[in-house]
């Protein structure tokens, strides 16, 4: 275990490679979210994907712990990620193929590792938990010389080029004399994370509809009379582990089509999670004419449900309306566990808007090793990380 103590500010960092080696500091007067548990993260070291490094580390000042955090180091080459991209026949037209094909060309120059402070499995703010005592300006100061220092300061970390302080939670934004260029921080955003609140009088699906605008409860309704023909099971450890095969095809469909993934899961993913997280984490089955063709995965987090994975078959997404309907289980899950709000992933935001989702932008922030190379990679950045137009909607009534 490696550590540096800041003179300036007092806080001292502790950072290891060996879980083994921190569990023993995972404590802090805070509750500690699923995706950070010491359970979730040996079900995370065990099936971590093959190109995924992990680190764990904590502040203290004055023998008082401040804040746990994890690294995921991931070797970024971007040249392969967007080949593929073309490969897929994600480019419909002649601009789009120049415009990839000019990503390409920048994207030669940017293979490099990059150490994540964050969850590249999920959206939100999955990196570092401060302790109730910490007050705002100290979690600030903390997440400015995680960013500044890790690379420079931390031998375990030579061999990274990049530090990304992966979805900061927008009340941690740092502040305009944080962001100075001598401390070589670049904040951006990537595409928002989508939220949606349930009310408290929605005790069922029909309470839902009621709440909608005719036109979308139409199509919530059409969806609904497809789920008839679909029967839902929640899947227990030894039925995930027996049938992982068939869970990493169906994932794999979704996630091949996705074009930009830093990371591939392993198929014992699903299964090791479950086994270490039993009473958090769900895998629903679903069939169709007695066939597995979809699952659906989230987190119980306390008072919401955390959207994880999912996988179909995209030959029967448009007549089943497939996509849809899992939102509209994650929408049932909710309501029957009676929480507050469902966090969602990064894709399909309109459709996620057009039942009632609303985006949260977290913030991010990037610091490059060399001088020189950190005024250029924002710039690549921006190319290289797919932007979706899209058309929020207002699906609920005014009530």
């Not at 073309?86 to 990059?114: H, P, Q, W, Y």
């Not at 139409?218 to 992982?244: F, G, P, T």
């Not at 448009?318 to 990064?346: G, Q, S």
Request: charged residues 25%; proline residues 3%.
């Amino acid at each position: 275990m490696e550590s540096l103590f800041n003179t300036e500010s007092g806080f001292s960092y502790y950072l290891t490679s060996k879980l083994s080696e921190i569990e023993k500091h995972w404590l802090i007067d805070a509750k500690i979210p699923v995706l950070l548990s010491i359970p979730y993260l040996k079900a995370l070291e065990s099936t971590r994907p093959s190109n995924l490094v992990i680190m764990y580390g904590y502040c203290t000042r004055q023998n008082k712990t401040l804040a746990i955090f994890q690294l995921q180091i991931v070797e970024f080459d971007a040249e392969n990620r967007l080949r593929l991209q073309m490969e897929t026949g994600k480019s419909t037209s002649l601009s789009d193929r120049l415009a990839l094909a000019i990503k390409l060309f920048v994207a030669r120059k940017v293979n490099v590792n990059a150490s994540i402070l964050g969850n590249l499995m999920t959206a939100g703010p999955y990196g570092i938990v401060f302790s109730d005592s910490a007050i705002i300006d100290e979690r600030r100061q903390i997440v400015c010389e995680l960013c500044c220092n890790l690379l420079r300061k931390f031998k375990i970390l030579a061999h990274t080029q990049i530090v990304v302080i992966k979805d900061i939670d927008p009340q941690l934004r740092l502040i305009k004399k944080e962001q100075n260029p001598l401390l070589r921080l670049h904040e951006f955003t990537i595409q928002p994370s989508m939220k949606l609140n349930l009310r408290q009088h929605w005790l069922s699906m029909e309470d839902y509809l009621n709440d909608l605008e005719s036109k979308y409860r139409s199509k919530v309704k059409k969806a609904l009379l497809n789920r008839q023909q679909l029967e839902v099971v929640d899947a227990d450890y030894q039925w995930i582990l027996e049938h992982q095969d068939d869970l990493f095809r169906l994932y794999k469909q979704i996630a091949d089509s996705a074009g930009f993934n830093l990371v591939e899961l392993q198929k014992e993913y699903f299964a090791e999670t479950k086994k270490q997280v039993p009473d958090h984490f769900k895998v629903k089955l679903i069939y169709y004419q007695k066939k597995l063709i979809a699952f659906y995965s989230y987190f119980l987090e306390g008072n919401f449900v955390n959207a994880h994975f999912v996988g179909f078959d995209k030959s029967l997404n448009n007549n089943l309306d497939l996509y849809r309907n899992i939102l509209l289980y994650y929408v049932d899950d909710a309501i029957n566990n009676r929480v507050k709000y469902i966090e969602f992933a990064r894709t399909a935001l309109e459709m996620k808007s057009s039942i009632g989702a609303e985006p949260i932008d977290y913030y991010c922030y990037l610091s490059h090793e060399s001088k020189i190379m950190n005024k250029l990679v924002p710039g690549i950045l921006d190319l290289l990380v797919p932007v979706k137009l899209w058309k929020p909607r207002s699906p609920f009534k005014n009530t």
